[in-house]
């Protein structure tokens, strides 16, 4: 059996299993969660749910950010927000362990995730 006829097979057996017991199904593969839905199956797929569950910031943006630690440069002060992303906050350095509302004033994507650059208000 090659391995491309074995992958139909598992998919097809989750796919009844979850249908002959009326359960939703979880998955992290895309063409699994579309082949589910075809056969009347609801399939959640982790990845979309996790894209859908990040903390969307824009330039411009108030948020309210407790600094955590002192940034790389001695004048910045460091936060995060609940989902992880870190927030790097100009002239905070004094106020670590202080919740500041700051204002986004750019975002920059790395290869780890995204990094906010925000201002004191």
């Known amino acids: 059996m090659r391995n491309g006829e074995r992958e139909k097979e598992v998919d097809e057996q989750l796919i009844n299993f979850t249908k002959i017991n009326k359960g939703k199904l979880i998955t992290c593969d ?3 969660e579309k ?3 075809l056969h009347g199956v609801r399939a959640i797929n982790m990845h979309a749910l996790a ?3 990040k903390i969307a910031a824009v330039p411009g943006e108030t948020l309210q950010i407790k600094i955590m630690h002192v940034g790389k440069d ?3 002060g460091v936060g995060y927000l609940e989902d ?4 790097v906050v100009e002239k905070a350095s004094g106020e ?3 919740a500041l509302n700051v204002k986004v004033s750019r975002v920059i994507q790395t290869a780890t995730g995204k990094i906010l650059f925000a201002k004191k208000q």
């Open 74 to 76: 001695a004048t910045q």
């Open 84 to 87: 992880g992303t870190m927030v």
């Open 30 to 32: 895309y063409n699994l």
């Open 35 to 37: 082949k589910a839905g």
């Open 96 to 98: 670590v362990s202080q």
């Open 51 to 53: 894209q859908h569950l």
